[in-house]
């Protein structure tokens, strides 16, 4: 049994391969990273009352740290 000759992969190969597996990675990270950063944002933004604060003390995410700490 012979095993196939091997070849130097061409560089347009290599791009190709690697830009699909980037963008297959960017778009599996970003339906996370995404809503999460909008979740984040809007915690940050508003308080319970959903009115927008000024301090970030006053909102949701600044009364769910103090109360952790």
Do not use: D
């Amino acid at each position: 049994m012979e095993l196939p000759a091997y070849h130097m992969p061409s560089l347009k190969g290599v791009l190709i391969h690697m830009w699909e597996r980037a963008r297959g990675f960017i778009i599996k990270a970003g339906m996370i990273i995404f809503p999460i950063c909008v979740l984040l944002w809007f915690m940050q933004t508003y308080n319970f009352s959903f009115e927008m604060v000024e301090e970030v003390e006053e909102s949701m995410l600044g009364v769910f740290g103090n109360s952790i700490s």
